[in-house]
């Protein structure tokens, strides 16, 4: 005899009993190792190259540039000038300001 929906009786009971079968390995899976996890999280920071020249003092010989920067090595008129630590750093350079020529180093 078929029900409302076109279903026999054991047809019926295996289309309601068959979801719940099959939340039951859901179910004890979902027990084990709840009480730990980890994760991999990978983070990546771009820094772009800064100078920036604060101030500059004419001394005998030429120019005193106080500079602030982040990169290890800047090309001025083609000579290269290391810098000890990232931030503010004094250079002396015999060219002035206005015919200076700055190149990001390696």
Do not use: K, Q
Not at 62 to 77: C, D
Not at 82 to 94: A, C, I, K, R
Request: charged letters at 15%; proline letters at 8%.
């Amino acid at each position: 005899m078929l029900n409302r929906n076109g279903l026999s009786g054991r047809s019926a009971c295996a289309a309601v009993a068959a979801p719940l079968l099959l939340v039951l390995p859901c179910i004890a899976g979902s027990s084990v190792g709840t009480d730990s996890a980890s994760v991999r999280v990978a983070l990546r920071v771009v820094v772009p190259p800064v100078f920036s020249i604060l101030r500059v003092e004419r001394v005998a010989g030429g120019y005193r540039y106080h500079v602030w920067t982040n990169m290890p090595s800047a090309h001025f008129n083609g000579r290269l000038v290391h810098f000890d630590h990232v931030g503010e750093s004094t250079m002396e350079l015999p060219t002035p300001p206005d015919a200076l020529y700055i190149a990001p180093g390696l």
